[in-house]
Every structure is written in C-alpha cells, then in structure tokens.
C-alpha cells in the first residue's frame, strides 16, 4: 500500500503487526466519530492488553507485536480502530528504520495487505495503520504518520489522559517511568494543559508544507501538498522536467517519464517517449528531447489529477540516459510543477550533486486518502537506462 491508499476488509476479524529491524512497541486506539477515545480503557498495549473487539498480542520479542481487531465485536459508536508503533529502546527514532505493517486474516494469518512508510527520520511513534467503517464496510488505509514525542504524543492527541510524571521520581534502568496507560519506553509528555503534540517533523532537509504561501522550492526529500487555503488547488498539472550539458558544445540525450502504481505499490502503466498517453488520456508525455540545448523544460508531462483513475495511487516522474550517458554529465537538471491552465510554477526541485549513474527519479506525486496529492523531491540516482528498469526501484521508493 502507499500513504491513504485503502482496502476493503473480506473477513471480520484482522491482525495488524509491525516489523522493523529493531524491537517495537504496538499499541492501539479505539475511536469514535470525533476522532478520540471514549476513555482510556480504550487504550491498548502491552499494559492493557484487552478492549471491547480490540487485543493485544505480543510476539516475545521473535515476532513483532500486533493488534487483533474484530470488528463484529466493537462497540457501537467505534468506528476507527489506529494501529501504533514505536521503537522499544528509549528515545530511539525510526531514522535508518524501516517498519512494515501487514494486513492478516486474523483466523487464517493470510496476507491482505502490506505498507512501509517512506521517508522516516526523527520520529519516534507512528499512527501507521487505520482499520475504520465507511458506509456501513470496514476498511484498512495506510497512514505512516509520525510523531516526535512517542507514544504520548499519538495518545494525547487522541484524547487519552496523560500525566507528566513527578520530578523526583528515581529513573528506572531502562527508561523513566511512565503512566500505567504509557510504555515505559516512551519519553515523558506533556502536562494536559499543553495542547496536543504536532506531527513529527522529517528528518533534516524533509518537510511537509504547502502551497499557501506562493512558490516553494523543496530540498531533497522535502514534501509539498498541493492545496492552498485548505483546499484542493488545482485538478490539471504539468511536470517540466530539464536539464543542461555539463560541458559546451556535447548533447545530452536524457528521456523524461512517469510511471503509475496502484494502491498495492502495482505497476498500472508508463508514459514516455515511446508512449505518450495513458489512463485514457489523463497523463500526457510532451515528446522526445534529444539534446537538452534551449531554455526552459526539455520535456513536460501533464497531468490531469481530476482525470486520474481511483486506482492510481502514486506517479514516480524519472529521467533516464538511454545512449548511457551519466548524471556526472549532466548539468541543472530540474523538475518544476505548473498550473496547467495558468503557467504558473507552483512547486520546483533543483538537483544538486549527482551521482555516474543512468537513472534518476527525481519526485513522486502520492495521492492521499482526503484525495489530495502530495509532491515529494526524491534525487535518488540508479542504475536503469530505460523507464523499464526503473519500475521496480521507483516502487520501491513509494
């Protein structure tokens, strides 16, 4: 699954467990229509290991923990179960950490569905899955949002009552000590007159912010939401993508394109050169650039976000050297995003450095279950000389 993308539930009863390389503590919320709990029994983890329709289980440090959920078995009003994780160890963030979430069968351990979120850094507690009732269904949405004060943070936020522990309370080997409700590896939180903890920021040179005010320039893994005032800006957009020769007077053959994948990370089509529309027409290639001489974009892609299928879920703009020329050739290359009805540039991305490989993927559009769509820089180089080969990394990086 990629960030907002969901799945209907076929069974009542399903297993949420989060694995990393490192322990990890699993807990989760029981929520109502207001997003908070009803009281703090509806807390679950390892210190309160059973709740209406909601358990605990731990995997004794051999198996990750996870979270069982019988949605038959809820109470009336619940219609949001969140499914937590953060490191064991105290105050250790998720940087260089990647957990994946999986979706079972709670009776039958199958597969339903699997998420990583992307871009972690200094966050020390995740909301990383949701199971939730919409119409009358019980679905599974990814959600990898973090947090940078741990599991208090997520719990405050979703109403459950924590107390700053007592100043001259001895501090434990492992970890201070902590509320009945709160691991005991979690760093203190805020007292209840604080107002509840912001999302974590990425880690440095990462971000999320948006367009309200005017033009942004993002650094690498830097992310920007395409709305404006709250709102969706625009539904029509164009990807320029260009670029320089690093030395006068030599061609730089480079192929600009855009892959999109399904909620599953699934590889729907490609639009290239050799391609230039797919999705009934919702996503357009400008054509090939054989030089990269000339001012302005070299190749542009448009994009009709209002056009896009609901089954496209992410887009991963690349640049490829076909003829196997190398990045360390090349010079400013960049993509920007525009208005498509105005011209206007909204979001651009200047790569810096380069790296003597034939591949680039140089930013994603993630679409996010509200139904907006995110634009993170990406600058991550690889070893692919067509669009073909860049399928499998840009997956990857979703």
Same mark, same amino acid.
């Given at each position: 699954?990629?960030?907002?993308?969901?799945?209907? %539930?076929?069974?009542?009863?399903?297993?949420?467990?989060? $694995?990393?390389?490192?322990?990890?503590?699993?807990?989760?919320?029981?929520?109502?229509?207001?997003?908070?709990?009803?009281?703090?029994?509806?807390?679950?983890?390892?210190?309160?290991?059973?709740?209406?329709?909601?358990?605990?289980?731990?995997?004794?440090?051999?198996?990750?923990?996870?979270?069982?959920?019988?949605?038959? $078995?809820?109470?009336?009003?619940?219609? +949001?179960?969140?499914? @937590?994780?953060?490191?064991?160890?105290?105050?250790? @963030?998720?940087?260089?950490?990647?957990?994946?979430?999986?979706?079972?069968?709670?009776?039958?351990? #199958?597969?339903?569905?699997?998420?990583?979120?992307?871009?972690?850094? !200094?966050? *020390?507690?995740?909301?990383?899955? &949701?199971?939730?009732?919409?119409?009358?269904?019980? +679905?599974?949405? !990814?959600?990898?949002?973090?947090?940078?004060?741990?599991?208090?943070?997520? $719990?405050?936020?979703?109403?459950?009552?924590? &107390?700053?522990? $007592?100043?001259?309370?001895?501090?434990?080997?492992?970890?201070?000590?902590?509320?009945?409700?709160?691991?005991?590896?979690?760093?203190?939180?805020?007292?209840?007159?604080?107002?509840?903890?912001?999302?974590?920021?990425?880690?440095?040179?990462?971000?999320?912010?948006?367009?309200? =005010?005017?033009?942004?320039?993002?650094?690498?893994?830097?992310?920007?939401? %395409?709305?404006?005032?709250? #709102?969706?800006?625009?539904?029509?957009? +164009?990807?320029?993508?260009?670029?320089?020769?690093?030395?006068?007077?030599?061609?730089?053959? %480079?192929? !600009?394109?855009?892959?999109?994948?399904?909620?599953?990370?699934?590889?729907?089509?490609?639009?290239?050169?050799? =391609?230039?529309?797919?999705?009934?027409?919702?996503?357009?290639? #400008?054509?090939?650039?054989? *030089?990269?001489?000339?001012?302005?974009?070299?190749?542009?892609?448009?994009?009709?976000?209002?056009?896009?299928?609901?089954?496209?879920?992410? %887009?991963?703009?690349?640049?490829?050297?076909?003829?196997?020329?190398?990045?360390?050739?090349?010079? +400013?290359?960049?993509?920007?995003?525009?208005?498509?009805?105005?011209?206007? &540039?909204?979001?651009?991305?200047?790569?810096?450095?380069?790296?003597?490989?034939?591949?680039?993927?140089?930013?994603?559009?993630?679409?996010?279950?509200?139904?907006?769509?995110?634009?993170?820089?990406?600058?991550?180089?690889?070893?692919?000389?067509?669009?073909?080969?860049?399928?499998?990394?840009?997956?990857?990086?979703?």
């Amino acid at each position: 699954m990629t960030p907002g993308s969901n799945i209907p %539930l076929p069974v009542t009863r399903v297993a949420v467990d989060v $694995a990393a390389p490192v322990r990890l503590d699993v807990s989760g919320l029981l929520l109502t229509a207001d997003g908070k709990v009803r009281s703090d029994d509806d807390f679950i983890f390892y210190n309160q290991p059973t709740g209406p329709g909601v358990t605990y289980r731990s995997g004794g440090g051999a198996a990750p923990d996870a979270i069982i959920v019988d949605t038959s $078995a809820l109470p009336p009003g619940i219609e +949001k179960i969140v499914v @937590t994780a953060s490191p064991d160890a105290a105050g250790q @963030t998720f940087q260089g950490i990647e957990p994946t979430a999986t979706v079972r069968g709670a009776d039958d351990n #199958s597969v339903l569905a699997t998420f990583t979120p992307p871009r972690l850094g !200094a966050e *020390t507690a995740l909301v990383i899955v &949701e199971i939730y009732l919409r119409n009358g269904a019980w +679905k599974a949405r !990814a959600v990898g949002q973090g947090y940078a004060n741990g599991l208090a943070g997520i $719990a405050t936020d979703f109403g459950v009552t924590v &107390e700053e522990p $007592a100043a001259a309370a001895p501090a434990q080997p492992a970890a201070p000590p902590m509320p009945t409700m709160q691991p005991p590896v979690t760093p203190p939180a805020p007292p209840m007159a604080a107002p509840p903890a912001p999302p974590a920021p990425p880690a440095p040179g990462a971000g999320k912010i948006n367009l309200d =005010k005017g033009r942004v320039s993002l650094q690498k893994n830097q992310t920007v939401s %395409l709305v404006k005032g709250g #709102s969706p800006l625009l539904s029509q957009v +164009k990807m320029g993508l260009g670029w320089e020769p690093a030395y006068r007077g030599k061609d730089i053959d %480079l192929d !600009a394109s855009v892959i999109a994948y399904g909620p599953q990370r699934n590889h729907i089509d490609s639009c290239y050169f050799g =391609k230039l529309s797919i999705v009934g027409g919702a996503i357009k290639h #400008s054509g090939d650039n054989l *030089t990269g001489e000339g001012g302005g974009d070299d190749e542009v892609i448009v994009v009709d976000l209002g056009r896009l299928p609901q089954e496209v879920t992410g %887009l991963v703009f690349t640049v490829n050297s076909f003829s196997g020329q190398k990045f360390t050739e090349v010079a +400013k290359a960049y993509c920007r995003l525009l208005d498509a009805a105005t011209g206007e &540039e909204l979001v651009r991305f200047d790569l810096t450095g380069a790296e003597p490989q034939t591949g680039v993927m140089m930013a994603k559009l993630i679409r996010q279950f509200t139904g907006e769509w995110d634009m993170t820089a990406m600058g991550e180089f690889v070893k692919a000389r067509t669009v073909r080969n860049m399928v499998k990394p840009a997956a990857q990086a979703l």
